[in-house]
């Protein structure tokens, strides 16, 4: 059987770094471009890539940031931690959409990825067709712990158990571990660097009030059992933006896309039609 | 068939450490832990004593005992977390100890976390022994 997805690579500098980014993306259509969570990569996104539904409307797209999975760190990583900032990932996905020649698309995030569609939200309205927030808030403190990158300490399955909890019980198991799989590849230092934006660096309850969203549609949805941030930290900052959409998933953890694809698809159908 | 003992009970911990002594995941992925910790389940105090992912002993401490670390929470805490499925927050060991106010990690840390792939694993069997709450 001949699979839809198709992987390659843009070429892109950022702030004098010169990036090789990976990308996958498959069906035609509104570009839906997917952005992983901390410390993983695109294959979070695998199932959706595969879901015809959605590949009859949408052309499904998923990027690697560099420093996870095929993007290779740039030249010199070696002399200073990897730290994201909110700045330095507005300013990758925006070159990378820039680089790839998509145009107007459909974002959809999950954790420190949907945070950050808040932010693009706020920044370029007029750039997207709306933001599709999963598992995110304007603030999620908390969750950066030096148990994340020790020596002492295995980082592959201290980070893969640090967040296979967050995911609901109800979620098929093969799924679940496929989550785990994942975060236990990342490199050292990696998911620590992701937190540190995800926990300390987020903070935008001073400006999601100011999202416009008549120009960009927001809607937000967390799992409830997700505790990295819970339904309550999502209504409270739906609460803030004007407009924006907020539902809570039940039987629902931290990682929508990869747990249980099936039931996403139910919760975003409605929006997906408003939407295009 | 049902079990009828008493959750977190000597007797029910007796058969929580068969469980997971028996347990096919911990057979590979717990060859290297061994330690010594305290799970306490409201006023209940027990000490497991685990070696090379086996639990060899789990007894009442002493004051001769000494632990690496400690699990604590209340018993209305775990009798929620030892459901089949259990609600949210609840359903987590590090989410329990890092969110819930009436549950906590204490002693060396460190040595917690670099276990704590086995030591999750663990404490979701019991989810497995079954047994009648309160």
Known sequence: MKDPVTGRYVEMTVQGKHYRIYYESAGQGVPLVCLHTAGADSRQYQELLRNRELLSRFQVIAFDLPFHGRSMPPKEWWLEPYRLTTDLYVEFIMTFLQTADIEEPLMLGCSMGGNITLELAYRFPEKFRGVIALEAAAATGGRLNDYLFHPQINGGEMCATNVYGLMAPQSPEHLRR????????????????????YSEDWNATDRVGKIDTSQCPVFLFTGEYDYSCSPEMSRRTAALIPGAEFHV??????????????????????VLDKLC | MANSLHMFSPEWMEQFRQVVNEDRELSWIARWMTCDFVWRVGEAVYLFHVVGGKVISVVAPTWNDSWDFAIEGTEEAWSKFAQPLPPPMYYDLLGMVTRLPECRLTGNRLKAMQHIRSLTRMMSLVREVGGETR
């Open chain 1, 178 to 197: 496929d989550v785990w799989w994942i975060y236990s590849q990342g490199a050292p230092g990696v998911y620590y660097g992701d937190i540190s934006f």
């Open chain 1, 249 to 270: 998933m039940k039987t629902m953890g931290h990682f929508p896309m990869s747990e249980n694809p099936d039931l996403l698809m139910e919760y975003l159908r409605p």
